[in-house]
């Protein structure tokens, strides 16, 4: 009988529990005393000046578009190689995305060809870490510097690399913006939820860059529920159409006890990744994923592995043999002109050459804290015996 291997579970222990029900107890469940105490612990962790707490990644990147009026004609860069929330937000707010590939065998955007892509009317660059792996985000800010356009806003949609560093710091504060997730299948979660980290709260001139944010999270309210719950405190002003994105303190919850254990669930990622690198290296077929440069450390979010001299058909085909032994994989991502609402706005996957080639032999094997080192071995075993089966067709 086959060992059953889920791809991302969620690690959570009865101190995770134990905080929830404390705060169901409380009497205060929504955004409140959790939720700030849970953004102070968030900048202090990435090492910036602010932290806005709030339900998701995707709510924190239109935040940023929204308080800084980008929208309709402006034109925003980012990659087609992402997840399609970073683009969606662009699409909500009335832009067409202006996608540039991936450098060649990489799966971050090619930071010189941002440099041809740079017109009179790009507002933003929104660039994508990926499986933990930061952005050569200097490399972005010398592009835009040799452009004469350091006018354009940076924001770093860094939903995978929460606990990674650049050149010695926690990713975080390197761009204007770094957007984190903490969904159910990242390295830190808080269920469904996210974060904005910055330094500068006076943005582009903005008098007060952290409360613009969490008004703007909370319908344009001029109090949050917290204030509107003190006796006789009704009255309050909607000053601008804000969202409802806020985080609860059920969930700042459970991140806050994350945080105290992030370190050591990230040690036992670390050493995952290691198993699978050292039982797949002296494989002629395995592209092994980025680890550690010199400059740059992975958070070890996914183990993204291609497959040398397989094509689409035989790697989906691996993925379903893997299946079929209880191994759940995954691929991170399809590029998003093979994306039904993609191709409908136009864009064509062959204009991006470097993105589909990464997609195509591309494999996410499981990691995560709660997987066993021994059933992480297990999963390399099955995976050479699946890949070296088709090969030898």
């Excluded at 929330?85 to 990489?106: C, M, Q, W, Y």
């Excluded at 740079?118 to 990926?130: C, G, H, R, S």
């Excluded at 930061?134 to 940076?154: F, G, M, W």
């Excluded at 924001?155 to 969904?183: N, R, T």
Aim: glycine letters at 6%.
């Amino acid at each position: 009988m086959n060992k059953k291997i889920p791809f991302s579970p969620p690690d959570i222990t009865q101190a995770e529990i134990d905080a929830v029900v404390e705060v169901m107890k409380s009497g205060w469940i929504t955004s409140g005393p959790k939720t700030a105490s849970f953004e102070e612990e968030m900048a202090n962790y990435c090492g910036t000046n602010h932290a806005v707490a709030l339900n998701s990644n995707t709510a924190g990147l239109e935040l940023i578009l929204k308080v800084l009026g980008i929208c309709g004609e402006d034109e925003v860069i980012t990659t087609p190689y992402t997840f399609a929330a970073t683009s969606n937000v662009l699409l909500h707010r009335g832009i067409k995305p202006k996608f540039v590939d991936v450098k060649e065998n990489s799966f971050l955007i090619d930071e010189q060809k941002i440099y041809d892509a740079i017109t009179p009317k790009t507002k933003a660059i929104i660039t994508v870490d990926f499986a933990g792996v930061p952005v050569d985000y200097d490399a972005v800010k010398s592009v835009i510097k040799a452009k004469n356009r350091e006018d354009i806003v940076l924001i770093s949609d860094s939903a995978h690399s929460f606990g990674a560093s650049y050149k010695g710091e926690k990713v975080g504060g390197q761009m204007d913006f770094h957007v984190f997730s903490f969904h159910a299948v990242k390295n830190l979660t808080t269920a469904e939820g996210g974060a904005i980290t910055y330094n500068n709260n006076n943005f582009k001139g903005k008098e007060n860059l952290y409360k613009e944010f969490k008004y703007t999270s909370l319908h344009g309210q001029t109090k949050d529920a917290l204030s509107k719950m003190k006796a006789g405190a009704w009255q309050y002003d909607i000053v601008t159409d804000g969202f409802k994105c806020n985080m609860t303190d059920i969930m700042a919850a459970i991140g806050s006890v994350q945080l105290k254990r992030f370190d050591d669930m990230m040690r036992i990622r670390k050493k995952i990744h290691g198993i699978y690198n050292e039982m797949l290296k002296e494989k002629e077929w395995a592209v092994l994923p980025f680890d550690k440069y010199e400059n740059t450390e992975t958070c070890y979010h996914l183990y993204p592995l291609r497959l040398k001299g397989v094509n689409e058909e035989q790697r989906n085909n691996v993925i379903q043999l893997m299946a079929e032994k209880d191994i759940a994989t995954n691929v991170h991502f399809m590029p998003l002109p093979k994306l039904t609402v993609y191709k409908n706005l136009k864009y064509k996957l062959e204009d991006y050459p470097n993105a589909y080639s990464q997609y195509a032999n591309e494999i996410t094997l499981p990691l995560y804290s709660t997987l066993k080192f021994e059933d992480a071995e297990y999963v390399v075993k099955e995976l050479v015996k699946t890949v070296e089966g088709i090969l030898s067709k």
